[in-house]
């Protein structure tokens, strides 16, 4: 516990920088990663080579550029029993329930040791593990749902029966009423209030997912109000509704259709309109800023969508939105040291920092 104090201490040290941000100094800090190659809670192919392709697009080591100790664990195996008990409307369920189970045991045990966790995904069913290992790690957390879906509906309310479009709906306790007996879910109950999670980027939403919204008065912030307010003051207001006491640890579900097309062509639900990068990259250096981020799900990148411009175009996003969440800041970051290095070998003849005496005149 005390090395993780000293890591919040540090991540808070800063001082006004370029245009009156904050520059934080860099700080040591362990990141655990896992990769999550899971594409069935939605129905295009190639979701799930997300993980391996942001690996070997060099994403790792931009973590590691930032100055963090990053382990990579692996991609998360499942092995699942098939059930004959069906739900309606949620299409591969059994699939879900057993591959976010072991997602959900890997991050409470990443968050536990102090670690950053990043979890590369992966369809947006990955959150579901994610949040719930977070939550049974850190008890009380406010999340942060930055997406252009609310991903909000319920097997009764859903359009499509993807469950990529129901993991909040299944975190938040306020609607476990909603549902009914989810085979092989046993695991996993709704822990988190509804009142603790805030979304930004929203610009597509379905008639339920709107009066869910609405009900509990949810702090939903879509595009209109990024235009209207500012990013970063879309984000404070957020916090400021989700964690007022600014005590809660924080975890960032990033889904990579919050950007615009132009930023983020490579994924199967696109909409237009979206979060600029620009925009994108302040929200994650702010939530950083905090102390507190926990957990962060980097979901929805498709490899399979587009041509190679547009894989190398997202793929070079979620690189920035990954540095970001590690530490980096586009107005600069101080180094450990208090000073510029001096010389190991000192000059024979250092240049004198005193004048020298002016020549007395003769007469």
């Known amino acids: 516990m005390a090395s993780v104090k000293v890591i919040h201490l540090l991540q ?17 800090q362990k990141v655990g990663v896992i990769g999550v190659p899971f594409d069935k809670g939605q129905v295009k192919e190639g979701v799930g080579q997300a993980p391996d ?11 590691r550029a930032v100055g963090c100790e990053v382990t990579d664990y692996g991609n998360i195996t499942y092995e699942f029993k098939q059930d004959n008990k069906k739900v309606s409307n949620m299409i591969h369920l059994e699939h879900i329930a057993a591959c ?19 979890t590369l995904g992966g369809d947006h069913t990955v959150s579901i593990g994610t949040v719930d ?86 702090a939903a912030y879509g595009m209109d109000d990024v235009l209207r307010l500012g990013a970063l003051e879309a984000l404070r207001q957020i916090r400021r509704r989700i964690d007022p006491r600014q005590r809660r640890s924080l975890h960032l579900s990033f889904d990579v259709d919050s950007l615009d097309p ?18 994108a990259l302040a929200l994650v250096e702010e939530v950083r800023r905090s102390g507190r981020l926990a957990a962060v799900d980097l979901v929805e990148f498709n490899p399979a969508v587009g041509d190679a411009r547009d894989r190398a175009t997202t793929v070079e996003a979620c690189r920035s939105v990954l540095r970001a969440a590690c530490g980096h800041s586009r107005s600069g970051a101080l180094p450990p040291d208090e000073d510029l290095p001096l010389p190991r070998t000192p000059s024979p003849n250092p240049p004198s920092l005193t004048p020298s005496p002016s020549p007395k005149k003769t007469s």
Request: proline share 5%; glycine share 10%; with cysteine.
């Open 12 to 28: 808070n040290v800063a001082a006004r920088g370029v245009g009156g941000a904050k520059n934080v100094r860099h700080f040591h």
């Open 262 to 279: 132009l930023e983020a062509p490579s994924t199967g639900t696109p909409v237009r309109g979206g979060l600029s990068l620009r925009e």
């Open 100 to 118: 976010q189970e072991e997602v959900s045991k890997k991050v409470q045990e990443i968050v536990s040791r102090g670690e950053l966790c990043v």
């Open 133 to 218: 290992g977070h939550q049974k790690a850190k008890g009380d957390l406010a999340l942060l749902w930055v997406d252009a879906h609310a991903d909000l509906n319920t097997n009764a309310t859903s359009p499509s029966g993807n469950v990529h479009g129901m993991p909040v709906a299944l975190l938040a306790r306020e609607l476990a009423d909603y549902w009914p007996y989810l085979p092989g879910m046993d695991w996993q109950m709704p822990r988190i209030s509804i009142r603790n999670i805030g979304y930004i980027g929203l610009r597509d939403l379905d008639a339920y997912e709107r009066l869910t919204i609405d009900k509990w008065g949810v």
């Open 53 to 63: 392709e942001l690996r070997r697009a060099g994403v790792i080591e931009s973590m």
